[in-house]
């Protein structure tokens, strides 16, 4: 049964130690998100600016936006050294993220209330559509010196970091598919893991589910098509573990996900397979082929884990007004997520089991566990 509690979200976090999820109690520093006041507001805002250009802000109030950050960043830097970094960073990207918020009202009024007093956040909206933008769903991303770093309490990042429907359903699959990973550690060491459109592979580093031991002894898998992601790995890695991607011991492959399931040599060696994140990029023939490849790449025990994004007011919010452009198709409703994947697995000839965010009364995402064998009832597998 889905949570009914105003605020969105049960006090129970994923796992107990996630330091993002227990502040979601300091209502004092994060008052709940809301659905006007914090999605619907600047949707609107966005439409009307696009059907009035006279609604569109003025150059003299984005040259306000910029006034504002660097003196937010004055006040908040540490040092000259540090400061220049930050308003090197900011000048960077200002002419494209600002040819943005001069078209699209609904940005400009969303950096008004929230995005000019904060160093990580203007940054951010260039970070936008890559994997790296998703680590601000653990309270850490780049800021605008573009040092990798724990985001500021109480700045919008953070607040979004701990709120943002779409970060908390991430951090819920990525735990799921973290627990997944560790079952083959645990039960079947000789079979590889992969994971497909791997991104910056949050669910082998963060919930404290893996040491860096426990990785190395795997035989992980791992393919993404955008050459920006090994850079980022090295980084990610470096803070999570203090070491360098390439001394993990994970075999990265930068191609396309349809290599890796051709690839013969996995047929039946393989225990697990990631499709984090990845379905909803995906038509439905597509997807379809994709389940038949990776059913021949299984073990008979083996299982897929993916998901499916459901269309809600926050990703509406983030689509329109915050410019998150990508080529992904969420589902209208939780119930037609649910009825198109029983249907694929059941074409696939797979066994499908899945979750809807308990905690969530406008769930933005359902993930699911394909397998043989495996019934219907969703349930971890350790």
Known sequence: MLSVKKDHYAHVPIYRGEKTEEELADYHTYPPMTVWGDSLKYVFATGMSKVLPMMRPSQEQVDEIYRRLVDYAKVHCANDVELEDDLKGIREVWVKVATGIKANRGLYDYMDDYGAESRSFFRFLDLVPHAIALESAFGVNYDNAGNYHELAPGCISRKCAVSEPIFVDLRRRGHHSGLLAHWVYNYHPEDYLVTLGCGLML?????????????????????????????????????????????????????NIEEVLHDERLYDRVAAILLDGV?????????????????RMLRPYGRIACDLQVMECSLIRCATALLWKSDMHPELTVNWAVKKMLDLSRRAGLDCQYEIDPRNPRPVGVYYYLGNGIGSEFSLPL
């Open 279 to 295: 379905a909803s990029y995906l038509d439905e023939s597509t997807l379809l082929n994709y389940l038949l490849r990776m059913k």
């Open 203 to 255: 669910e082998l580093r963060k919930f404290g589910v893996f040491t860096l031991e426990q990785i190395r002894k795997m035989h992980i898998i791992a393919c993404d098509a955008d050459p920006d992601v090994r850079k980022h790995l090295d980084v990610v890695f470096r803070h999570d573990f203090g070491v360098p991607f390439e001394a993990t011991g994970i075999e990265f492959r930068q191609c």
